[in-house]
């Protein structure tokens, strides 16, 4: 055979006509966009985040004009709050003349203020009163609910609290009353507009933990009961990643997790911490 009358061989063509790509070129492909969409993800995820909280942040200053108002309509003094925890808006014994009932429609006319959107996120099928505050808490008791209810008893995903009637004890950042440096435990809580100054809390979410009871942590991306994710110490048993806390002089700090610090103690068994 002549040499010269020798073809020279061609790329395999598909259908048509152009070059295919090989087994390992399309698996590369593949991986890059992998990688590429998990970046995405994260970072949609954590701009969503942000927005939430946000709208959390806004709802804690919606919450802080109407009991102020109140206060201002009242002789300063905010509204009855003798209720069994701060996140408590109303208790059986106080209907009538709770929060909600003195409150609702004429100082806080849109109730989903109250209701935050990671919070919701969260719990709102665990208690459907936080993904609703039209809703009780579940189907089995018409006890527990929403401002928008007829409960008895009803809890928010906020604490509201300003005067908590229930006597608590603020402690330092070790959790214990000082009584040598009394500077060092938090302000007490307020119970009149005149006490509305920059270092005193105002709302916030509940985070807190009762001895030889539940931990309740409904915080941001928080877990209800999470002893099981690990030991108390050093908030191995909280998961909420930030704590917005709004003042009593209307400002919001965001706190993240490791600067959460036992802040005041009692509660209706008297022995509850709670956290900011």
């Not at 969409?37 to 942040?57: E, F, H, P, Q, V």
């Not at 709770?98 to 109730?111: E, G």
């Not at 979410?205 to 030889?212: L, Y």
Request: aromatic content about 10%; hydrophobic content about 35%.
């Amino acid at each position: 055979m002549n040499p010269r009358n020798t073809k020279p061989a061609v790329p395999a063509l598909t259908a048509k006509g152009v070059p295919g790509f090989t087994l390992i070129e399309l698996l590369v492909v593949i991986a890059i966009i992998a990688i590429l969409a998990a970046m995405l993800m994260t970072s949609l995820a954590r701009a969503k985040y942000s927005g939430m909280r946000t709208a959390c942040i806004s709802n804690i200053r919606q919450q802080y004009l109407p009991q102020i108002t109140y206060a201002d309509d009242n002789n300063g003094k905010f509204a009855r709050h003798d209720d069994v925890s701060p996140d408590y808006h109303r208790t059986a014994g106080n209907v009538g003349s709770s929060i909600v009932d003195l409150m609702r429609k004429t100082y806080v006319p849109n109730s989903s203020i109250l209701i935050c959107p990671i919070t919701r996120m969260n719990f709102g099928r665990t208690w459907w009163n936080y993904e609703s505050m039209a809703k009780f808490a579940d189907a089995s008791t018409t006890d527990y609910g929403g401002w928008d209810t007829t409960a008895a008893y009803v809890f928010t995903p906020y604490m509201w609290l300003a005067n908590l009637t229930p006597v608590l004890q603020y402690v330092d950042p070790s959790g214990k009353v000082n009584t040598q440096n009394p500077e060092m435990n938090e302000p007490p809580w307020p119970t009149k507009t005149m006490e509305c100054d920059s270092r005193r809390a105002f709302i916030t979410h509940r985070v807190s933990k009762t001895p030889g009871s539940k931990f309740w942590d409904v915080g941001h991306m928080g877990r209800f009961d999470a002893t099981s994710l690990g030991s108390s110490a050093g908030f191995g048993w909280s998961i909420t990643p930030d704590q917005p806390v709004g003042q009593a002089d209307g400002s919001v700090v965001v706190r993240k997790k490791t600067l959460l610090k036992p802040r005041a103690l009692g509660g209706p068994d008297g022995v509850t911490t709670y956290y900011y």
